[in-house]
């Protein structure tokens, strides 16, 4: 039973910052590739940011240099650092194990306000 939990999420104003947590259980994230994802209204999901098993990153253009993706293995977590925020980052989040077809969770919700 793999589950992936979000929390983190909240009302910010712009330039402000979050962090996201997304707590694994019937996984070991150290085995996987994780991702973020987003999702505005009336958008597709977006990928945001990977981290790998080898702890190599990757981010979507639109938020590099502000946000960070990170994970503490002893707590089977990852985190999504978010730094600077701007109204378009607006959107629910949601990680999951990349390529693996796990279950979406119900994700955060991000609001940026101007």
């Known amino acids: 039973q793999v589950q992936l939990v979000e929390s983190g999420g909240g009302l910010v104003q712009s330039g402000g910052s979050l962090t996201l947590s997304c707590a694994a259980s019937?996984?070991?994230?150290?085995?996987?590739?994780v991702g973020w994802y987003r999702q505005a209204p009336g958008k597709q999901r977006e990928w945001v940011a990977t981290?790998?098993?080898?702890?190599?990153?990757n981010y979507t253009d639109s938020v590099k240099g502000r946000f960070a993706i990170s994970r503490d293995n002893a707590k089977n977590t990852v985190y999504l650092q978010m730094n600077n925020l701007k109204p378009e980052d607006t959107g629910v989040y949601y990680c999951?194990?990349?390529?693996?077809?796990?279950?979406w969770g119900q994700g955060t919700q991000v609001t940026v306000s101007s």
């Open positions: 999951n194990a990349i390529n693996m077809r796990f279950n």
């Open positions: 019937g996984i070991s994230i150290k085995l996987y590739a």
């Open positions: 981290i790998y098993t080898g702890g190599n990153t």
